[in-house]
């Protein structure tokens, strides 16, 4: 084995070391601009394809939300001509008491018109821990079932314009569900029958409320005003806190909610489904608390029979 001289080591720093150094450098310095290149194309892309993206999933949610009220209008619309041409009552009691095996919602009674539990969810709603399981759990018993059950429909994201459409008369301690006919209904193509629904008002909503109510109660009618809240003399069944003055994205509008953006959801009785604002809900009408308003004009209000 040939010994390395100090000649031979200097040839080898002289052709060897500067030509492998000065390749490291070179090789670093390009992959650092390299690398700063596809740093920044890849944030440009993010920043112009995130708000695509989440436009994309905003109408899906949307588009999707517009079928299962389509879905919801058609059931409903079976429903009333299995019924003698009456809306779907709000809530069916057979017995002198509430029993939750026989009960039944206006949202169950409607599942065995297509109504499935896959469309009880607005699909921009968040997932609520508050919500009752809808899924079998064989530790209940069919009684626990069947309550929970009953209660998890009335948190579906469908509200019913029921103070209209098929109202529920306080008699004493009971309940008498008088519910109208779709003939009684002067134009179907103007008259709101669900509406995008939160249960309550913490933000965000996760529940959805069953039932919904108008913005404005009293009208104005060739003899004078009256409340649309009284059938007969008596008053209808109204559960729910009222709406408020349209200023705050977290105020109360009788149950409706606006899930997509600025936007609620609805369907009217003729099956024209279109995204609302708040404000568009309240169009004819004067707001106050609590239902309190004036329908001033009865051509754009769309929550009574006309
Ligand atoms: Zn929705």
Known sequence: MRALTAEGLGKLRFQEYP?????VRDRSAF???????????????????????????ESSRRAAC????????????????????TFPIVSHQPGPVSDPERDRTWVQNLIPYGLSLGLWRCPAAPPSSSEPPTAF??????????YRFHEASKGAHLGYNYLYLSPVLAEGESWIPLPRSLSAVGSPSNVLLFVDSAADRAMPPSSGSWLVLPPCRYSVGRSGAYDTFLLGGRPVFAPLPGWTPLNARSAWFGGAWPWHGRLATTVTLDG?????????????????PNWGGWVRMGAPYAWDLD
């Open 19 to 23: 030509r492998v150094g000065a390749d």
């Open 66 to 85: 517009a079928s299962r009220f389509h879905q919801a209008q058609l059931a409903a619309m079976l429903y009333v001509g299995d019924w003698d041409d």
């Open 272 to 288: 024209s489904v279109s995204a609302r604002t708040m404000a568009d809900l309240a169009k004819g009408c004067e707001v106050r």
């Open 31 to 57: 992959t650092l601009i390299e690398l700063l290149v596809v740093v920044a194309v890849v944030a440009m892309l993010s920043a112009l394809l995130l708000p695509v993206f989440s436009s994309l999933r």
């Open 137 to 146: 759990d064989p530790d209940l018993t069919p009684g626990d079932l069947a």
